[in-house]
């Protein structure tokens, strides 16, 4: 080994080194790949998408291509992070229902509203929209933005696209970075440029004023902003909650019912969430929240949304719409955290802010555009004068043809007048040859030239086309250098974007008061709560269950007679009681399923041992024995469970300890318990003194060493109960009353 490699090793502060690495990798996720930048509202996979659509020549008036062919080329080229981001990128900028404005035409089954994911790659196709092409894609040829090596550096790509329009603001954005997140709402296209001229027009503009162009946002999926009043601050510091709800009709049908036609939804409830809401309404029925539904159905089709919910007669359709809004997701809260990418850092930004950003932009463009086409148009100008003046001395140009050698020594004779070798017919004509002073440019066209371009008819053409060249080397050299001029130009494109590509706006911006829902008082009835074996509860009434009395008890591992509005106290051997509310118990027929006690509480059977189930009302009146492995008693008075806690503890336990047994006293009744080397102690409960919930308790039986109560046994008046220990029965009830706290008899 060479001893001088550990000269090589140095030092480092892990640290600094750890938190370098740290940032750098976090800065790489928000700029590279998580958030959009503030100029084209895109984020890097998008914008390499539609750029890679643009160079294989995929646009709105050519066939569609493969979706795979476009994902491939993509990822090649320049985004190599998998094609599974690309591919959803590309079916997201194609639902019209995600977006604002689709900036991609699919060809295929690129998913549904409800939730359907797009088919394969492989399946589908597409190509941009025209307004794409337009308003994203224009004028990539005019030097207007920057291109940048990409990941290997074997090609260029914009470092953003030249975006007209804000799309930031049109299309929204969302995306998760590392300690940061975005979420843009889409706004109405119209609007949106209505702000940018309004701003254009007087860049000292506040939120307020704005809001008099951009109302709020306007979601593909349509439905009503109820918190209008919110948005100022909202737009004001970018940050903020918006709240939605769908939009409910009530038609009547026959027999003087009525149901509820939801044909829009809250933005934030596309996708699964269609399906959660569904739910919703079912568990509505099932919990008796509301009696009104009679059924409900999606008819939601490629026309639109459309959820009916039948109603029965009498229902009051007014106050299940308030319940809808209240209990479900048909009114949801869009979270607002307008974040972006400005001057190369992550940036929460207001409406105005990101609106002086897009228009800063578009300064930028239309400068580097327009001085892109006036150093085209002053090219174009010195060729033109050049051919010009070739017409006027065309007899002459061709004496220099005819007389020189090589183009070489023709070209040297038009720019720099020199005419050694070159035949002439006169010495008039080598003296006019010399004073011929053609530029390069113009020696080049000249000599390229063909002859139909001396016909009359040609040559007006050329002075026409001076004429335009002139005037427009006039109209742009105003535009650069006059920005009243520059920001009309750019007026006058927004203006015609508006005029084709504007839609109505969808969503309705109000303030509307918190609803309020009228709840029908409950019907106190008597009912039989059945408990299987499985833990599986269900509730019948008391004729039900007199009329399957027998079936009953022989299927039950126990039944509890209460009322509707009662709830259960469900005590397990890990010392926690559980509420359980009997109306989220399902309530019907005998034969009808039950529920699992896990799915109404927040008891879990494969965690916790059910040891006692009964009606908290009925604990109220009552007396509780506790008892655990260490053999440690209690009475407990039964009114301190009537607690509003969904959990909570029954008894206070030592470590590895465990309740054994929970049971409501009656007069004269005794425990027996049994430890593991077979050692039995009857004692009176009289014996055993009432504590807190809280509490430990009292010792019950003098254990030996490493000995634990295995059973305990608690015995009413008149019970008789047979154990057996070593093949031989042991009747507990004719067991000697002993003393607490004692060693009990040996069997």
Do not use: W
């Not at 914008?47 to 993509?74: C, N």
């Not at 030097?143 to 299309?171: A, C, G, Q, S, W």
């Not at 008693?633 to 509003?644: Q, S």
Request: include cysteine.
């Amino acid at each position: 080994m060479d001893d001088k490699i550990f000269d090589q090793i140095h030092d480092v502060d892990l640290k600094k080194t750890m938190e370098t690495s740290y940032i750098d990798y976090a800065m790489s996720v928000i700029i590279a790949r998580a958030l959009p930048d503030v100029r084209d509202g895109l984020k890097p996979v998008q914008r390499r998408t539609l750029y890679d659509m643009h160079e294989l020549g995929i646009r709105y008036d050519k066939p569609f291509r493969k979706s795979a062919r476009i994902v491939g080329d993509t990822m090649g080229k320049y985004h190599p992070h998998g094609d599974s981001s690309i591919y959803d990128a590309l079916v997201v900028m194609s639902q019209d229902f995600k977006k604002g404005l689709p900036l991609v035409e699919g060809h295929g089954n690129f998913g549904s509203i409800e939730g359907d994911g797009a088919a394969a790659m492989r399946y589908t196709e597409a190509r941009l929209h025209k307004v794409t092409q337009e308003c994203y894609l224009a004028d990539l040829d005019k030097d207007v933005v920057d291109f940048i090596p990409n990941f290997d550096e074997t090609e260029k790509e914009p470092e953003v696209l030249p975006v007209k329009v804000p799309n930031l603001l049109i299309n929204g954005a969302e995306g998760i970075a590392v300690g940061m997140a975005t979420s843009i709402p889409p706004h109405n296209f119209g609007e949106v440029i209505d702000g940018v001229i309004a701003y254009m027009k007087d860049p000292d503009i506040n939120t307020q004023q704005m809001m008099e162009y951009i109302k709020g946002p306007d979601f593909p999926t349509g439905g009503i902003v109820v918190n209008k009043d919110d948005l100022h601050a909202i737009y004001a510091t970018g940050v903020g909650k918006i709240k939605v709800r769908g939009k409910v009709e009530i038609e009547k049908v026959k027999g003087g019912k009525e149901r509820l036609i939801i044909t829009e939804i809250p933005y934030t409830m596309i996708g699964a969430n269609i399906g959660k809401f569904l739910n919703d309404v079912y568990g509505l029925v099932e919990s008796k929240k509301t009696t009104d539904i009679v059924d409900i159905s999606n008819q939601s089709s490629k026309e639109g949304i459309r959820i009916v919910i039948d109603l029965k007669k009498g229902a009051d359709a007014e106050n299940l719409c308030n319940l809808l809004y209240k209990k479900t997701r048909l009114e949801d809260t869009f979270g607002v955290n307008m974040l972006a990418v400005a001057d190369g850092r992550p940036e929460t930004m207001g409406i105005v802010p990101i609106i002086r950003h897009h228009v800063n932009f578009q300064y930028e463009l239309a400068t580097r555009k327009y001085t892109t086409l006036l150093a085209k148009e002053r090219q174009k100008k010195e060729i033109q004068e050049g051919l010009i003046k070739a017409c006027d001395v065309i007899d002459l140009i061709i004496e220099i043809l005819r007389g020189s050698k090589d183009m070489k020594m023709a070209k040297a004779c038009l720019v720099e007048g020199i005419t050694e070798g070159i035949r002439f017919k006169s010495e008039v004509s080598k003296r006019d040859a010399e004073k011929l002073h053609f530029t390069e440019r113009q020696a080049t066209a000249i000599l390229e030239m063909r002859l139909y371009k001396l016909i009359g008819l040609e040559i007006q053409a050329l002075m026409n086309d001076y004429e335009k060249t002139m005037k427009n080397i006039q109209e742009y050299s105003d535009i650069l250098e006059n920005r009243a001029s520059m920001a009309k130009v750019i007026m006058k494109e927004l203006k015609a974007f508006k005029k084709e590509y504007a839609k109505e706006r969808r969503t309705v911006i109000d303030n509307v008061a918190e609803v309020v829902v009228e709840e029908k008082p409950i019907e106190e009835v008597d009912v039989a709560v059945m408990i299987d074996r499985f833990a599986y509860g269900r509730v019948v009434d008391m004729p039900t269950f007199e009329r399957n009395k027998e079936a009953a008890e022989a299927e039950s591992r126990q039944i509890i007679f209460c009322k509707n509005t009662d709830k259960l106290a469900l005590f397990t051997d890990k010392g926690q009681m559980h509420l359980i509310k009997v109306l989220d118990l399902p309530f019907g027929k005998f034969r009808d399923k039950g529920q699992p006690l896990d799915n109404v509480s927040n008891f879990d059977a494969s965690k916790e041992e059910s040891l006692l189930i009964a009606s908290v009302a009925a604990l109220k009146d009552k007396k509780l024995v506790f008892a655990t492995k260490t053999s440690m008693l209690k009475v407990v008075d039964g009114g301190e469970f009537d607690v509003a806690k969904r959990t909570t503890a029954a008894t206070k336990l030592a470590p590895d300890d465990g309740l054994l047994l929970v049971g409501v006293l009656e007069d004269q009744d005794s425990i027996v318990m049994q430890s593991e080397k077979e050692m039995f102690l009857r004692i009176d409960t009289a014996a055993i003194p009432e504590k807190k919930k809280g509490a430990i308790g009292v010792r019950g039986m003098r254990l030996a060493d490493k000995d634990l109560l295995q059973a305990v046994y608690l015995l009413h008046t008149g019970d008789s109960k047979t154990v057996k220990v070593k093949g031989k029965d042991v009747v507990l009830n004719r067991l000697h009353i002993g003393n607490r706290d004692t060693k009990g008899v040996k069997k």
